[in-house]
């Protein structure tokens, strides 16, 4: 939770007393699901009323009611607020527990004794912030010397995008239309050992992706790689077919040419025979 501090009391004579208005609105911002407490800084005595309003609606959330043997307390427990607030009897500040986007809005106390004083909170919640994803755009990793990167995070509203080399901001975006998703892009040299970060912020959060030592733009150097690898694989894998079919050819025809003359010597081992029987 964080508060702007400053205010200035503007107060004017009205025909039965003083009635005071906070110049300043108070800026009050918290991330969703976080309590926020929107304090009073008064201290709840006799003859006191306290009203608390929410939205263009001026809808009444909290009210105390003190006066003689009058003690009257109401907190809200409906629609957008069921069982989220709670007011503090003795001071009549007002908390709001595990908030809401809906519960983005400007809220009116009212506080009465002497006199009458109006103050103003804004209070924003902020969705909470996804973690920005890089991711490396593949059909670039085949140049050589460096690979081409994109940061990217849902829009969830009141956000900017950024590279950071080291501590140093290089780029960012800042998108008010929430369909539309925020990317970033970012050219680093493959030998580049420095350190950058995709950071997605609020005006009170932020969310960092380091990216260390290249390690994307490795995986884009082995993509560029395994893109080699399948004309390589295939081509040996050609060629071992190539040298199996010569081979077996060659291995054919040596056969072949070897039975040729073994049929020729039995033939004329047969012819040895035959003309030594012929000859005895
Ligand atoms: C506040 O409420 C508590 C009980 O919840 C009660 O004891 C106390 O007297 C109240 N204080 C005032 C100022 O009303
Ligand atoms: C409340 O705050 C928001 C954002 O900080 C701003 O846009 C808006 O104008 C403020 N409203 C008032 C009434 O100050
Ligand atoms: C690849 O890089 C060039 C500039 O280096 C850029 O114009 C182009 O848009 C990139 N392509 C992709 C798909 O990122
Ligand atoms: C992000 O938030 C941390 C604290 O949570 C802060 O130290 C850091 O400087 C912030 N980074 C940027 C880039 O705003």
Known sequence: ????????????????????????????????????SLNTDVQVQRDLLILWTFGP?????????????????????DGIFRDRLQMDNETGSLTIRNTRSEHTGLYELTVTS???TLKRFNVTVYAPLPIPVISSTSSNCSSSSSCSLLCSAVNVGHVTL???KGSSLLSSISVSDLSISLSLPLEVEYQDKNTYSCVLNN???????HLTANGLCHTCEEQ????YTIPVVVGVLLLVVMIAVFGGIVFWYIKNRRQAPQSGKNAMKKMTVYSSVVMS
Do not use: H
Request: glycine share 2%; with cysteine; aromatic share 10%.
């Open 203 to 209: 005006p009170i959060r932020n969310q960092t992706k």
């Open 162 to 164: 950024s590279w950071f």
């Open 224 to 227: 560029s790689q395994r893109s």
């Open 57 to 77: 609606q001026i809808t009444r959330i909290a009210e105390i009611i003190k006066r003689d043997q009058m003690n009257y307390i109401f907190v809200s427990n």
């Open 114 to 116: 002497s006199r009458k």
């Open 1 to 36: 939770m964080i508060l702007n501090t400053a205010f200035i009391f503007l107060c004017i004579l009205i025909t039965n007393g003083v009635f005071c208005v906070e110049d300043e609105v108070k800026s009050v911002s918290v991330m969703e699901g976080e309590s926020v």
